[in-house]
């Protein structure tokens, strides 16, 4: 041994701290990260992946194909629709309120990360956003087609409601957790945003 590496060895420099140098880009977290990546989450993981986000964005789109359909058909629109929208729209914003503790626990402790989610679980995952998708265009398709003008305006009024409900609870939610909630490739998972708070 040299003698410059014996005074590093005192030191204690290691000849592979360069590679095990941590990446500034990124945050250690206790799970296994989505998709099974190095075990380390992003610490800035970008407009879109935050989930008030796209539930914001599913909200506005729900609200602005609301109003087109209203300026379109609203001369068909009954009361009853209306009342039906909002009823159905209330159900679900209360169903979600009162689920959305235990959900978003199970999300924050990590049951969703698509490396520790089973091969059902995954398949559920993938396919449970189109289907809906196919099931709310065949449900507006059977209303079209019977000329039941009220009921899609009273259906997508409900689907407005219940968005915006779903955001504004999830707002709260990561306000009084300190956290944000992640939704990329398959996985979701939570973000301390402690540090973010005091740095801002």
Known sequence: ????????????WCPMQASMRPDLAVRPAGTAAPGGQNGLFRAEPGWWRRYHNQLFTVALAASAATAAVYLLIGAELGYPDVWTGLAIGAGGALGFLLGHRKQY??????EFIRANMSRRQRVIRDLGGPVALILSAAIMVLFVRNEMFGQIIGFMLALSLIGWATYGITILWERRHHTALIAEKGSMYTLDTTAEGENA
């Open 1 to 12: 041994m040299t003698l410059m590496e014996t005074i590093r060895a005192y030191l204690g």
């Open 105 to 110: 626990a199970r999300v924050a402790a990590g």
